[in-house]
């Protein structure tokens, strides 16, 4: 079956930590993002990428580094320079051009620091 | 600057019951609204909203846009205790590459 594969889906970071989280897709779609979700505030954009080798800032991308060498694959690095790092990360495709049916998510990896 | 809201934040109804949440929206050259469910991980697609007036339904779940107030509502008829989530409100404009969220509405619904 298609779709999008996130890991791990709990990660515990320690303080000045880098960690890397995954995202997989097998659905071929050019776009990916990745939001992070707290509590009260929806999903913010961190980052995205239309196509291989190229990506965007989105929202709140400082602290934050991905990589697009792979269409299937689009991992995100929650560097130590992001300050509030735990919370819910979600990474989303879509197919362009858009069809009517939205985005694609992943099931999601909650970050804590420890 | 693009922003989504969605109102009430927090709603809790008992089963049988009939909701409407709401979302207004403020974005540049709009494409479309989308509306989202999420349980426990991943929002689960709903709607695709992009023209004035027509309602799309699913089931006991029904949408629809008005452009010239600037808004949406999702409604759910005879809710169940399977309704019970995170609805976000979602829109797209044609100059932007991605989505503007909602903070959401968190639906509650007791046996």
């Known amino acids: 079956d298609g779709g999008i594969t996130q890991s791990p889906k709990y990660l515990f970071r320690k303080e000045g930590q880098n960690v890397t989280l995954s995202c997989e897709q097998n659905?071929?779609?050019?776009?990916m993002y990745w939001y992070r979700q707290d509590p009260g505030q929806g999903l913010r954009l961190i980052y995205y990428s239309q196509i291989v080798n190229d990506f965007q800032k989105g929202d709140i991308a400082e602290g934050y580094s991905v990589s697009r060498e792979k269409k299937e694959s689009f991992p995100l690095t929650v560097t130590s320079a992001q300050k509030n790092p735990t919370a819910f990360y979600l990474c989303?495709?879509?197919?362009?051009?858009?069809?009517?049916?939205?985005?694609?998510f992943g099931s999601g990896t909650r970050l804590t620091v420890v | 600057e693009d922003k989504v809201v969605q109102s009430p934040l927090s709603l809790v109804v008992h089963e049988g019951d009939t909701v409407t949440l709401n979302c207004s929206y403020e974005v540049t050259n709009f494409r479309s609204l989308l509306w989202y469910k999420q349980e426990k991980k991943a929002p689960t697609f709903l709607f695709m909203l992009?023209?004035?007036?027509i309602e799309k339904k699913s089931g006991r779940l029904s949408s629809i846009l008005d452009k010239k107030e600037l808004s949406s509502i999702l409604n759910i008829t005879a809710t169940q205790t399977g309704d019970s989530a995170i609805y976000l409100c979602?829109?797209?404009?044609?100059?932007?590459?991605?989505?503007?969220f909602g903070a959401g509405t968190r639906l509650t619904v007791k046996p």
């Open positions: 992009t023209s004035s007036g």
């Open positions: 979602a829109v797209e404009g044609y100059n932007n590459n991605d989505m503007r």
């Open positions: 989303a495709s879509n197919l362009e051009p858009r069809l009517n049916y939205g985005y694609t």
């Open positions: 659905l071929n779609h050019d776009a």
